[in-house]
């Protein structure tokens, strides 16, 4: 089956840090997205992305689209306190409906 | 609330029992999908309502599973003899179609089989 790699696992940081996380799957994707999900919350969206070579922020969020289509990452600048979470990336096939889910990146900001 | 509503948030039972979950999609979108979310992991896809077409219950882990969706809104996941590994936290998400369009997701309910 479908097979995406997120990584790193978990990342421990200093507030006012930057941080960058980074998915890879085994198959070509028409969408990519970067959900953050809090202690007891479901996941919200953060930036999604629909074009190879896309590049598109969010505040101090940023990700892109990879080339291949195969990969994607999410830059966090300047990390605060209340960027602790668990950060997923997902992604979409050219043929399919379903979203395909990697495993999560947890972050833990340091004040 | 204009979010998508899940319910109960919590559920507690014995091995054996059935549940129902419910999941409230956000008003207008046509797409409804129920995810399982197990400690630590990441979110296994269960099933997918996409307006009046046939779900796509692929991921449904066994036959104990089921999913209803009434009138094109509300859906039930309903899970049957209910086994301690049925333990995790099911999100539903909505969007507005399946067509490249995000989907935003529930809180969850929370399911602990004793």
């Known amino acids: 089956g479908q097979q995406l790699n997120q990584s790193p696992q978990s990342m421990f940081i200093q507030e006012g840090e930057d941080v960058s996380m980074n998915c890879t799957s085994s198959s070509i994707f028409n969408t990519w997205l970067w959900y953050k999900q809090d202690p007891g919350e479901g996941p919200v969206l953060l930036i999604a992305?629909?074009?190879?070579?896309e590049l598109t922020s969010n505040g101090r969020l940023t990700a892109q689209f990879g080339i291949t289509r195969k990969d994607s990452f999410l830059n966090i600048s300047a990390s605060i306190p209340s960027d602790v979470g668990i950060y997923f990336c997902?992604?979409?096939?050219?043929?399919?409906?379903?979203?395909?889910f990697g495993e999560g990146t947890q972050l833990t900001v340091n004040p | 609330g204009a979010g998508v509503s899940q319910s109960p948030s919590n559920k507690v039972t014995e091995k054996g029992k059935d549940v129902e979950l419910r999941c409230d999609p956000i008003?207008?979108?046509?797409?409804l999908y129920w995810y399982r979310q197990s400690l630590g992991q990441g979110l296994e896809f269960l099933i997918y309502f996409q307006g009046n077409s046939a779900p796509d219950k692929s991921g449904l882990p066994s036959d104990r599973f089921s999913a209803e969706r009434t009138g094109g809104s509300v859906s039930t996941l309903t899970i049957q003899r209910t086994q301690q590994e049925d333990s995790a936290v099911y999100l539903c998400?909505?969007?507005?179609?399946?067509?490249?369009?995000?989907?935003?997701f529930g809180d969850g309910t929370r399911l602990s089989i004793l």
């Open positions: 998400a909505s969007s507005l179609g399946h067509l490249q369009q995000p989907q935003h």
């Open positions: 997902a992604g979409r096939e050219t043929s399919g409906s379903r979203l395909t």
């Open positions: 008003s207008g979108h046509t797409a």
């Open positions: 992305l629909y074009k190879a070579g």
